[in-house]
């Protein structure tokens, strides 16, 4: 599957970002969906994460409260809302699809392209 992220951009800390990933060349539906994060001189981390069928989500402590997964299935997408944004969420930010539904970069199948936001002070 090819994964096509995008959003990213300069922002203002307090303020919001939607980032958006596009899928295809895989049946969307058969896989869960990620987002991780590496900042400068950071190693990858998870953000956030919905099932296959979008019935459960996972954010890291971090985020939680700030960030919202959502998936759309007729357009293939998956989407990363992000409120309240800190200095400490930049980062590029990168989409993953997996098989089997897990929270590790391990285990991810398949990666885009990241995409950079930056948060301003």
């Known amino acids: 599957v090819q994964l096509q992220a995008s959003g990213g951009g300069l922002v203002q800390a307090g303020g919001s970002l939607r980032l958006s990933c596009a899928a295809s060349?895989?049946?969307?539906?058969?896989?869960?969906m990620s987002w991780f994060r590496q900042a400068p001189g950071k190693e990858r981390e998870f953000v956030s994460g919905i099932s296959r069928g979008g019935s459960r989500t996972d954010y890291a402590d971090s985020v939680k409260g700030r960030f919202s997964i959502s998936r759309d299935y007729a357009k293939n997408m998956v989407f990363l809302q992000m409120f309240s944004l800190k200095p400490e969420d930049t980062a590029v930010y990168y989409c993953a699809a997996s098989i089997t539904y897990n929270l590790g970069s391990g285990g991810m199948d398949y990666w885009g392209k990241g995409t950079l936001v930056t948060v301003s002070s």
């Open positions: 060349g895989r049946t969307f539906s058969d896989f869960a």
